[in-house]
């Protein structure tokens, strides 16, 4: 039977890796080794392990079943092992070393631009990892141990989370020049019936709670799929229907305001954005000084919806 002496985190890591991107040289390129070095510490592994990992050939990559267990387990190895690091620097200083930071592409373009340089010049000795994906992907990178915290809406499906509450973003209307809408200083939600609405592609968090509204409202939704906000915001432009908006997305989406937006009539719909961490955390206390920080330079007096 195979002891601790004989595995070493790393090549948990080049495991992982591995695993992550399916194919030995990219694994290499993230891990900063050599192919052949990656590769011989996985035929290692394999062996001391007493099972195949990985069936390969010259095409493609992938796990065996006995390779998807052991992996799972390597991830929790992995990130226990980064918390015991963390843990560590939080006894020196919480904001020294390197924090990684996910944010969904619905807030990331409306925020990052003011927030990191203040969070910057607060913390000195931070050095912020930025990433940028939709909120699945995230919370499931935030669970393996791959990102320390993430900007997300409270609203989304976020499982076994911890948070703190950083701003409320309110739902806003945008609609072409000359739309009726443009006669209205406020939007009843059923004024949406039968109107055309363009809404972002599945996986994006925003998108369902749009849906769900525009449902509600008796709007249609047409036959497209956004990728990103300023898609939807130039379709609206162009008159192929109305779309809902975060507010915080407003100053930059209608900067040249072109759009009609309307904020809607109380009970206003809105998201709940906070900084989300897993369970356990051991800066835990430091994501809350953090959290303090953004509401203090948040742009939150901008987000409004500013009649057009």
Not at 45 to 66: I, W
Not at 145 to 167: N, P, T
Request: hydrophobic content about 45%.
């Amino acid at each position: 039977m195979p002891s601790l002496n004989d595995i070493s985190l790393r090549q948990l890591e080049y495991l992982v890796a591995v695993a992550d991107l399916l194919g030995f040289r990219r694994a290499a390129e993230r891990c900063h080794v050599s192919q052949p070095a990656l590769s011989a510490q996985i035929q290692h592994l394999e062996e001391v392990l007493g099972v195949k990992l990985f069936e390969r050939d010259k095409r493609r990559v992938m796990l065996t079943p006995a390779g998807e267990d052991l992996v799972a387990r390597a991830r929790r190895v992995l990130t226990e092992a980064g918390d015991i690091l963390s843990a560590a620097s939080r006894l020196s200083d919480p904001f020294a070393g390197e924090l990684q930071l996910g944010v969904i592409p619905t807030i990331a373009p409306y925020v990052l631009p003011e927030v990191v340089p203040a969070l910057v010049k607060k913390y000195p000795r931070l050095r912020l990892r930025l990433r940028e994906e939709k909120t699945e992907v995230l919370v499931r990178s935030l669970v393996e141990g791959r990102l320390d915290v993430a900007l997300l809406a409270l609203e989304a499906e976020l499982g076994d989370v911890e948070h703190a509450v950083i701003a409320e973003d309110a739902f806003v209307v945008a609609a072409p020049p000359g739309h009726p809408l443009v006669k209205k200083k406020q939007v009843q939600l059923g004024e949406l019936d039968e109107e055309n609405v363009l809404l972002l592609e599945d996986g994006h968090c925003f998108r369902r709670q749009a849906l769900s509204l525009c449902t509600r409202g008796g709007a249609r939704e047409v036959d497209f799929r956004a990728t990103s906000l300023t898609t939807l915001a130039q379709m609206v432009l162009s008159g192929d229907g109305v779309t809902l908006l975060p507010a915080l997305a407003v100053p930059l989406e209608n900067r040249f305001g072109q759009l009609v937006v309307r904020p809607f009539a109380p009970p206003v719909p809105v998201r709940t954005l906070a900084l989300v961490w897993r369970p356990g955390y051991p800066r835990a206390d430091a994501l809350q000084e953090l959290a303090a920080t953004l509401r203090s330079v948040w742009p939150g007096s901008k987000g409004a919806a500013k009649p057009s």
